[in-house]
């Protein structure tokens, strides 16, 4: 493992079993596990991170991947394609052209207002879900509101009267 990683990278795993002196299995049984590059890790209260079946997310429309984690971290970073066992060594010999390479600024731009979004729910104590994420991002974005500003006191209130506003009418749906 120490070939592969090194101290304070940021990787992907499950939590296969704990040991007696607090040290950690982890596993990753797929390509979808491993290091997580070019993005911004999150911490918000656990639970606040809706359990579901999937959190592992695809964001076509943006080009990045989300990952909601039920301990409370939270990975928004640039798309990375899954590849087959045959092309890893293929892959290995354009590690060094890759490197080289750089994230698109407007990805760095959707991965930055995913994030805000995240935060700004975060900080609102609402259930965090991938729907709800994107539908605050789009908020941001129709209402004009630039990528530092969402964390600013006036999109939070819109935020918040937003989903009071969605809440109260899902409850006199029910009436």
Same mark, same amino acid.
């Given at each position: 493992?120490?070939?592969?990683?090194?101290?304070? @990278?940021?990787?992907?795993?499950?939590?296969?079993?704990?040991?007696?002196?607090?040290?950690?299995?982890?596993?990753?049984?797929?390509?979808?596990?491993?290091?997580?590059?070019?993005?911004?890790?999150?911490?918000?209260?656990? !639970?606040?991170?809706?359990?579901?079946?999937?959190?592992?997310?695809?964001?076509? *429309? !943006?080009?990045?991947?989300?990952?909601?984690?039920?301990?409370?971290?939270?990975?928004?970073?640039?798309?990375?394609?899954?590849?087959?066992?045959? @092309?890893?060594?293929? @892959?290995?010999?354009?590690?060094?052209?890759?490197?080289?390479?750089?994230?698109?600024?407007?990805?760095?731009?959707?991965?930055?207002?995913?994030?805000?979004?995240?935060?700004?729910?975060?900080?609102?104590?609402?259930?965090?879900?991938?729907?709800?994420?994107? *539908?605050?991002?789009?908020?941001?974005?129709?209402?004009?509101?630039?990528?530092?500003?969402?964390?600013?006191?006036?999109? !939070?209130? *819109?935020?918040?009267?937003?989903?009071?506003?969605?809440?109260? @009418?899902?409850?006199?749906?029910?009436?």
């Amino acid at each position: 493992m120490r070939s592969i990683f090194e101290e304070n @990278d940021v990787v992907c795993a499950e939590v296969r079993g704990f040991q007696h002196d607090g040290s950690l299995h982890l596993q990753a049984r797929s390509q979808k596990y491993g290091k997580l590059q070019r993005g911004q890790l999150l911490t918000v209260p656990a !639970y606040l991170v809706k359990r579901r079946k999937l959190h592992f997310h695809h964001l076509e *429309q !943006y080009d990045v991947d989300l990952i909601l984690g039920c301990n409370g971290f939270i990975w928004v970073g640039e798309h990375v394609v899954v590849r087959e066992i045959a @092309d890893l060594k293929e @892959d290995e010999q354009k590690l060094s052209a890759e490197a080289e390479t750089f994230t698109p600024i407007e990805t760095r731009r959707h991965i930055c207002r995913l994030a805000n979004a995240a935060r700004l729910l975060s900080a609102l104590g609402f259930t965090l879900t991938v729907e709800l994420i994107i *539908q605050t991002a789009e908020a941001s974005v129709s209402s004009n509101v630039e990528i530092n500003d969402m964390l600013g006191a006036e999109f !939070y209130v *819109q935020t918040a009267e937003g989903e009071a506003k969605r809440r109260g @009418d899902l409850l006199g749906k029910k009436r």
